[in-house]
């Protein structure tokens, strides 16, 4: 491995370590969920949908425990689980335990913040890279073969773009590809065409994403081009199930439409046979026992709780009577004391046989353990023949092929009859030992039989006295024995009250018991599930799956070809520990001008390193700018033709970041009639002369506008309205309007306006870096900025940083501009932001650009209201 390489390694490692300890620093805090439902299951994976309570910026793929109580002494249920996804107030879950059905309606969610760092830190600390060095050479420390090799052969109907042909091409000629593609311009397409003739080269691909979202849209597209492309080689590739996504998908086609079957869970099902059939009755006896187990907890306490006052009643009773019952058992047990001085002589007597008596007993138990020992030895000789004699059986009884690929494959059938036969002897042996010791034994019993009769010709004799005594009589007796008779039906009733809560606590013990049984069962045959799964993965010449399961579980496999699409939201830690798999190809695509991996660090100061590495991608590190991709420069293909949104939405953006490089197909132009304005797709509702105001209410809530948030509820309950029925290709589960704004302190407060509204399961509310790598027909822009407070640095950053890179800023407002398809309402009070322009603008024209303003500017020209028009719209005609 390059020295450089291993350099920069070490850099992550301090980065990742640094992170982790900033997490562990933060408080645990508890989520609430509820209307919890089970969507799926599927190889041994549980897909559950929540309902949140509050907001929660949660990452995909992170750790979570599923909890049914705050406190951790009241918990009675805990699974481990893992984020698939969160839109609007809907949380998906994946679990390997199910959870109950009385459990689902009210849950609570903890994060494990450090796990997926924990797993990034142990993968790049067991890093290998292939003889390729396809880590180094991704990351520009290793020279890569760079040309071009003609397109051939058209795969269906698709004919590229003269920009994605060439993206084509250079992915076939050449080690290393960044396609760079803006917004809608195509670059799944043009991935999924380069990779079918990987595919049909015989390669093998790994095709990733940041998001089960992002890959699961990526991976449909792939698997519908190959259908469609009419190629034989290909649809044989999806009908030997040697295309495969792995991992737990987010789209509904894949968790249980008619792309199933392409997923790794399902394949695993298949081969499962009875045993998947046998696993889910043992998971739902395991459900049922769980519920068995906590009603009869719950009647248990009842139970006690019921028991309590009388159990007190009666202790109080039986201690006051047998405190009357103390003064006469003392004068008893002094009459006693002076009967034991009178028997003193049959006592010493007693003595001296015993003394006789006690070396022989010694020796009785002696021979007894010897005997029991030999006992215990030929027992256990014979199960472990029996054992032996019963697998070898079975062994010989399975079929070679069976055999062959079972942990039997080499067994020494010789030398197990060897050991059959030493074990049947060795038990002989035993049974031999036992009868010479029976012999002693019997000769021991003869030799005690003189002292024991006089020991028992004494224990006569004060029997005897014993029984005058009693005839004789004792008033104090007798009122010992009348007390008695009245504790005893006290005692009796307090036994009995003690044993019925006793038997109840054994029949938790026993179901206890039984669903520990039923688990060991359960994880046998998922240990089984898991082997499938790893084998199928092993199989397969194309896997999709996210970057993070690449560090989890794709480690050790090497590919010919590594595909990442959204580049720009993976760390340069993920791409590295990806691209190391690759051994003749590494395609990057993504955007320079998207977002860049989001980090979330509670102690920023003390973590700069993690900071710097967690949040840089690859175009970051290579210093990939978009003036790189239009020049072709640095390996770059840049896609030009979009065809996502509306071109009125894309026109400003075309403009100020993309130098006019974009063009919009035809059918862009077509768009719904959105409300408000139908006419207008791009529009400016401007809060000037509004009661529009930010505010800072804590530390932890920087900014937030009521205002804005009331509005933006009121603008989603109209483009809900009047938006056009789904089509059959939409996900119903994913939102159809997003309204996002740059502070999570005002993505919570929108999102508690729209529960109040009623429509939050409807919208899609959230930061900027939610968004990415997803579309919508409606995005509304919250801007926030307001008077009351000065606007916040990055409003009016700078569209290209000295090194012409974006800032982040430009990457921030372009996602969130570029996610509308049909209309993007913008939410901006105008004035206020012109009049906090940074006075040196005029100045320096070089930096006069502040994308924020312009892009409002913009908008106002195309199209603009008032807020009170939408508060308060004056009544139809």
Same mark, same amino acid.
């Given at each position: 491995?390059?020295?450089?390489?291993?350099?920069?390694?070490?850099?992550?490692?301090?980065?990742?370590? @640094?992170?982790?300890?900033?997490?562990? #620093?933060?408080?645990?805090?508890?989520?609430?969920?509820?209307?919890?439902?089970?969507?799926?299951?599927?190889? %041994?994976?549980?897909?559950?949908?929540?309902?949140?309570?509050?907001?929660?910026?949660?990452?995909?793929?992170?750790?979570?425990?599923?909890?049914?109580?705050?406190?951790?002494?009241?918990?009675?249920?805990?699974?481990?689980?893992?984020?698939?996804?969160?839109?609007?107030?809907?949380?998906?879950?994946?679990?390997?335990?199910?959870?109950?059905?009385?459990?689902?309606? $009210?849950?609570?969610?903890?994060?494990?913040?450090?796990?997926?760092?924990?797993?990034?830190?142990?993968?790049?600390?067991?890093?290998?890279?292939?003889?390729?060095?396809?880590?180094?050479?991704?990351? %520009?420390?290793?020279?890569?073969?760079?040309?071009?090799?003609?397109?051939?052969?058209?795969?269906?109907?698709?004919?590229?773009?003269?920009?994605? =042909?060439?993206?084509?091409?250079?992915?076939?000629? #050449?080690?290393?590809?960044?396609?760079?593609?803006?917004? %809608?311009?195509?670059?799944?397409?043009?991935?999924?065409?380069?990779?079918?003739?990987?595919?049909?080269?015989?390669?093998?691909?790994?095709?990733?994403?940041?998001?089960?979202?992002?890959?699961?849209?990526?991976?449909?597209?792939?698997?519908?081009?190959?259908?469609?492309?009419?190629?034989?080689?290909?649809?044989?590739?999806?009908?030997?199930?040697?295309?495969?996504?792995?991992?737990?998908?987010?789209?509904?086609?894949?968790?249980?439409?008619?792309?199933?079957?392409?997923?790794?869970?399902?394949?695993?099902?298949?081969?499962?046979?009875?045993?998947?059939?046998?696993?889910?009755?043992?998971?739902?006896?395991?459900?049922?026992?769980?519920?068995?187990?906590?009603?009869?907890?719950?009647?248990?306490?009842?139970? @006690?709780?019921?028991?309590?006052?009388?159990?007190?009643?009666? =202790?109080?009773?039986?201690?006051?009577?047998?405190?009357?019952?103390?003064?006469?058992?003392?004068?008893?047990?002094?009459?006693?004391?002076?009967?034991?001085?009178?028997?003193?002589?049959?006592?010493?007597?007693?003595?001296?046989?015993?003394?006789?008596?006690?070396?022989?007993?010694?020796?009785?138990?002696?021979?007894?353990?010897?005997?029991?020992?030999?006992?215990?030895?030929?027992?256990?000789?014979?199960?472990?023949?029996?054992?032996?004699?019963?697998?070898?059986?079975?062994?010989?009884?399975?079929?070679?092929?069976?055999?062959?690929?079972?942990?039997?494959?080499?067994?020494?059938?010789?030398?197990? +009859?060897?050991?059959?036969?030493?074990?049947?002897?060795?038990?002989?042996?035993?049974?031999?030992?036992?009868?010479?010791?029976?012999?002693?034994?019997?000769?021991?019993?003869?030799?005690?039989?003189?002292?024991?009769?006089?020991?028992?010709?004494?224990?006569?004799?004060?029997?005897?006295?014993?029984?005058?005594?009693?005839?004789?009589?004792?008033?104090?007796?007798?009122?010992?024995?009348?007390?008695?008779?009245?504790?005893?039906?006290?005692?009796?009733?307090?036994?009995?009250?003690?044993?019925?809560?006793?038997?109840?606590?054994?029949?938790?013990?026993?179901?206890?018991?039984?669903?520990?049984?039923?688990?060991?069962?359960?994880?046998?045959?998922?240990?089984?599930?898991? #082997?499938?799964?790893?084998?199928?993965?092993?199989?397969?010449?194309?896997?999709?799956?996210?970057?993070?399961?690449?560090?989890?579980?794709?480690?050790?496999?090497?590919?010919?070809?590594?595909?990442?699409?959204?580049? #720009?939201?993976?760390?340069?830690? %993920?791409?590295?520990?990806?691209?190391?798999?690759?051994?003749?190809?590494?395609?990057?695509?993504?955007?320079?001008?998207?977002?860049?991996?989001?980090?979330?660090?509670? $102690? @920023?100061?003390?973590?700069?390193?993690?900071?710097? *590495?967690?949040?840089?991608?690859?175009?970051?590190?290579?210093?990939?700018?978009?003036?790189?991709?239009?020049?072709?420069?640095?390996?770059?293909?840049?896609?030009?033709?979009?065809?996502?949104?509306?071109?009125?939405?894309?026109?400003?953006?075309?403009?100020?970041?993309?130098?006019?490089?974009?063009?919009?197909?035809?059918?862009?132009?077509?768009?719904?009639?959105?409300?408000?304005?139908?006419? *207008?797709?791009?529009?400016?509702? +401007?809060?000037?002369?509004?009661?529009?105001?930010?505010?800072?209410?804590?530390?932890?809530?920087?900014?937030?506008?009521?205002?804005?948030?009331?509005?933006?509820?009121?603008?989603?309950?109209?483009?809900? =309205?009047?938006?056009?029925?789904?089509?059959?290709?939409?996900?119903?589960?994913?939102?159809?309007?997003?309204?996002?704004?740059?502070?999570?302190?005002?993505?919570?407060?929108?999102?508690?306006?729209?529960?109040?509204?009623?429509?939050?399961?409807?919208?899609?509310?959230?930061?900027?870096?939610?968004?990415?790598?997803?579309?919508?027909?409606?995005?509304?822009?919250?801007?926030?900025?307001?008077?009351?407070?000065?606007?916040?640095?990055?409003?009016?950053?700078?569209?290209?940083?000295?090194?012409?890179?974006?800032?982040?800023?430009?990457?921030?407002?372009?996602?969130?501009?570029?996610?509308?398809?049909?209309?993007?309402?913008?939410?901006?009070?105008?004035?206020?932001?012109?009049?906090?322009?940074?006075?040196?603008?005029? @100045?320096?024209?070089?930096?006069?650009?502040?994308?924020?303003?312009?892009?409002?500017?913009?908008?106002?020209?195309?199209? $603009?209201?008032?807020?009170?028009?939408?508060?308060?719209?004056?009544?139809?005609?």
């Amino acid at each position: 491995m390059k020295q450089e390489l291993l350099d920069d390694i070490e850099r992550m490692k301090d980065a990742l370590q @640094e992170a982790i300890a900033d997490a562990q #620093s933060a408080e645990e805090t508890t989520y609430g969920g509820f209307d919890g439902r089970l969507l799926s299951k599927s190889g %041994g994976n549980y897909t559950y949908q929540f309902t949140l309570r509050t907001y929660w910026d949660i990452d995909e793929n992170a750790k979570i425990i599923i909890v049914d109580a705050v406190g951790e002494q009241e918990r009675t249920l805990r699974v481990d689980g893992r984020v698939l996804s969160r839109e609007a107030i809907t949380l998906m879950a994946v679990t390997r335990t199910p959870v109950s059905a009385e459990h689902l309606a $009210h849950v609570f969610f903890l994060e494990d913040k450090t796990w997926l760092l924990k797993r990034q830190l142990q993968a790049l600390t067991r890093l290998q890279e292939t003889s390729a060095e396809f880590g180094a050479k991704t990351l %520009g420390l290793a020279p890569v073969q760079s040309g071009t090799k003609a397109v051939r052969d058209k795969l269906g109907n698709f004919t590229p773009h003269l920009h994605q =042909e060439r993206a084509i091409a250079h992915g076939l000629g #050449s080690e290393k590809t960044i396609i760079v593609g803006p917004p %809608g311009t195509g670059k799944t397409r043009a991935l999924c065409d380069l990779i079918c003739r990987y595919l049909r080269a015989g390669l093998s691909v790994l095709l990733l994403s940041h998001t089960n979202i992002a890959t699961d849209n990526a991976f449909i597209r792939l698997i519908q081009v190959m259908d469609e492309s009419k190629k034989v080689d290909l649809r044989v590739l999806l009908k030997e199930g040697l295309v495969v996504r792995a991992g737990d998908p987010r789209h509904v086609a894949l968790r249980a439409g008619k792309h199933r079957r392409y997923t790794v869970n399902a394949l695993a099902e298949a081969r499962m046979g009875a045993q998947a059939k046998e696993r889910e009755q043992l998971e739902k006896s395991l459900l049922n026992l769980d519920q068995q187990i906590e009603d009869l907890g719950r009647r248990v306490r009842e139970q @006690e709780k019921a028991w309590q006052p009388r159990r007190d009643a009666l =202790e109080e009773e039986i201690a006051s009577l047998e405190e009357d019952m103390a003064p006469f058992l003392k004068r008893v047990q002094e009459r006693e004391q002076n009967r034991q001085r009178l028997l003193t002589k049959n006592a010493n007597d007693r003595k001296d046989a015993e003394e006789i008596l006690a070396p022989l007993q010694k020796e009785e138990r002696e021979l007894t353990r010897v005997r029991d020992e030999w006992v215990k030895a030929s027992e256990r000789r014979a199960r472990q023949w029996e054992k032996k004699t019963y697998e070898i059986s079975q062994i010989r009884g399975m079929s070679r092929i069976r055999r062959f690929f079972s942990e039997y494959s080499d067994y020494d059938f010789e030398a197990a +009859d060897r050991e059959v036969d030493g074990l049947l002897s060795e038990k002989e042996q035993a049974d031999t030992k036992i009868i010479e010791y029976k012999a002693l034994l019997r000769d021991n019993f003869n030799a005690q039989s003189p002292p024991r009769a006089t020991i028992e010709s004494i224990d006569r004799d004060m029997q005897v006295a014993n029984n005058i005594n009693k005839t004789l009589g004792n008033p104090d007796q007798i009122r010992i024995n009348l007390i008695v008779k009245e504790l005893e039906p006290l005692r009796q009733e307090a036994q009995i009250g003690e044993q019925r809560v006793s038997q109840a606590e054994d029949q938790v013990t026993q179901r206890v018991a039984d669903r520990d049984r039923i688990t060991a069962q359960i994880e046998d045959l998922k240990a089984q599930q898991e #082997s499938l799964k790893k084998q199928i993965v092993a199989d397969a010449q194309l896997v999709a799956t996210t970057i993070t399961n690449v560090y989890l579980n794709l480690l050790e496999r090497e590919f010919d070809v590594v595909v990442i699409d959204e580049l #720009s939201m993976i760390s340069v830690i %993920g791409v590295l520990l990806a691209a190391s798999r690759a051994m003749l190809h590494f395609v990057g695509a993504g955007d320079p001008m998207q977002l860049s991996p989001v980090v979330k660090l509670v $102690h @920023e100061e003390k973590a700069r390193r993690a900071k710097e *590495w967690l949040g840089k991608d690859l175009f970051t590190y290579l210093k990939i700018s978009i003036f790189d991709a239009i020049r072709g420069e640095k390996e770059c293909c840049l896609l030009t033709e979009q065809g996502r949104s509306c071109p009125v939405i894309i026109e400003p953006i075309n403009h100020f970041i993309y130098q006019n490089m974009l063009t919009s197909r035809p059918e862009t132009a077509i768009t719904p009639a959105i409300e408000p304005h139908p006419e *207008w797709p791009l529009l400016l509702v +401007d809060t000037t002369g509004t009661e529009a105001a930010c505010s800072k209410p804590s530390k932890i809530r920087p900014r937030e506008n009521e205002y804005h948030a009331r509005l933006a509820v009121a603008l989603a309950r109209q483009a809900l =309205e009047s938006l056009p029925p789904l089509s059959l290709d939409d996900d119903p589960s994913i939102p159809r309007v997003a309204i996002v704004a740059p502070y999570r302190s005002q993505a919570q407060l929108t999102q508690q306006k729209l529960r109040e509204a009623k429509i939050a399961h409807l919208v899609h509310v959230g930061t900027i870096n939610t968004v990415q790598s997803l579309e919508f027909p409606v995005v509304i822009f919250d801007t926030v900025e307001a008077p009351k407070l000065r606007p916040w640095e990055f409003t009016f950053d700078r569209t290209f940083d000295d090194r012409q890179m974006a800032t982040e800023a430009t990457r921030k407002l372009n996602v969130a501009w570029t996610r509308a398809r049909h209309k993007l309402i913008v939410i901006a009070h105008r004035k206020h932001l012109h009049d906090h322009l940074p006075h040196h603008m005029q @100045e320096d024209p070089a930096r006069k650009q502040r994308l924020l303003v312009d892009l409002v500017d913009w908008a106002y020209d195309r199209g $603009h209201m008032s807020a009170a028009e939408v508060l308060l719209p004056s009544p139809k005609k």
